[in-house]
Each structure stands twice: as structure tokens, then as C-alpha cells.
């Protein structure tokens, strides 16, 4: 059985410490994705209030190419915001990179297994670019799929710029605070999430796993 536990008190370590380690597949025979996600949910207890969700390897061939079927997920904690115009304090990371991201903030729940893209844009409220600061527990980013999920997907810092939609431009800050209350409960989601909109599609049935 893995240690689940033990592996996000290791994961949390490092990001306290700012001191990468090395894979954890390389320690725990049969660390599969199953085990990561339920690291990742163990990290998600302790991170604070939720501002949304993220996704990575979205692209097919990437799916491929590292041998799983659809995109990975990880959350996006409200602590790791970082306001317009605020500097990033790269010494407070272990090893920071930034990626451009677009960014989905949603009006409107989306619930169940199989969310079409179509759905996706009618229940978006505005849209937004974003840069994701990311910035992983393991040396050099040398991990496996498990040990990315386990991770948080890398997550570090991010900030969104202006949220524009239907012609009401505004602050993205306000538009956050706005689309992170619950709409309704069970299985429903109603977030900020970063990524295209077919796998915000796909990542509304696992995320209700999640209790979100």
C-alpha cells in the first residue's frame, strides 16, 4: 500500500524548505496516478481556500508521449495569487518557470462525467490571460507522470490579467473572488480554471470526485 501520507508531509516538506528532492517513483514500487491523485487530495486539505483548478498536458501527442489518456489536473490554492503589478520573489521558490496560460472564469456550474466544449464556453463568464509561475519539488523537473500529480502539477505562483466578456471589461480579481463562491452543491463546479475548454470539459467529473 502506498503511504499517502507520508508522501505529501514529503512533498510539503520541500516546498517549505525550498529544497527540491528526487522522484518519488524511484522510492515506492507501484506509485501510480490513483496514488498521486489521493497525495494531491491530501495537499489540497491543507492549502487553504480554492481558487480554481488547472490543467497540464493537454495536448494529444503530449498524452502519448508520457503514456496516460487525457489531461492532469491539479488546484489552484487563493494564497498563491499574485495581484497585477506584484513582484515575484523568486527566492522564496526552488526553482521557478513561467508559462503563458488562458485563463476560463466561469458563471455557471458544470457537473458530470462528459462536458462538451460547446457547454464549456456558454457557462464561461470571462476570459482571461494569465503566467503561471511554476515550480516543482523534484530536482531539475525530472519526475514521473504520478510524481507531477503528486506534485500539484507543479503549481507554484500565477496571475491573471484583465477578464474580458460580453463587453464588460473589468478588474480579473473581481471576476475570481465572484466565480470561486459555490453555486449549488453535489456534484457541481463553478471556479476559475486555467487551460483550454475541451479539458475544462474533462475535468468536471473528476474534480466532483474531489468533493468540488
Not at 480554481?52 to 502519448?64: C, E, F, H, M, P
Not at 490554492?77 to 503589478?85: E, I, P, Q, S, T
Amino acid at each position: 500500500m502506498i503511504p499517502a501520507d507520508e508522501i505529501a508531509a514529503r512533498l510539503a516538506k520541500a516546498r517549505a524548505d525550498r529544497t527540491a528532492i528526487g522522484s518519488l517513483s524511484a522510492s515506492f514500487d507501484g506509485f501510480d496516478l490513483a496514488s498521486a491523485y489521493e497525495v494531491q487530495r491530501l495537499l489540497r486539505r491543507e492549502a487553504g481556500p480554492l481558487a480554481g483548478w488547472k490543467l497540464g498536458v493537454t495536448s494529444r501527442a503530449k498524452q502519448a508521449q508520457v503514456g496516460v489518456h487525457e489531461p492532469v489536473r491539479g488546484h489552484l490554492a487563493a494564497a498563491d495569487a499574485l495581484d497585477l503589478g506584484e513582484p515575484l520573489v523568486v527566492a522564496e521558490r526552488i526553482q521557478p518557470r513561467c508559462e503563458p496560460e488562458i485563463v476560463f472564469i466561469m458563471g455557471s456550474d458544470l457537473s458530470g462525467p462528459s462536458v462538451t466544449s460547446s457547454a464549456v464556453l456558454a457557462a464561461t463568464a470571462a476570459v482571461a490571460a494569465g503566467i503561471e509561475v511554476l515550480d516543482s519539488r523534484y530536482t531539475d523537473y525530472k519526475f514521473t507522470m504520478p510524481d507531477v500529480v503528486a506534485d500539484n502539477t507543479s503549481a507554484g505562483r500565477y496571475v491573471v490579467g484583465f477578464a474580458r466578456a460580453s463587453g464588460r471589461p473589468g478588474p480579473a480579481a473581481s471576476w475570481c473572488r465572484s466565480g470561486a463562491q459555490r453555486r449549488g452543491g453535489g456534484d457541481r463546479v463553478g471556479r476559475r480554471r486555467i487551460g483550454p475548454s475541451g479539458g475544462r470539459g474533462r475535468l468536471a467529473g473528476p474534480v466532483a470526485g474531489f468533493g468540488e
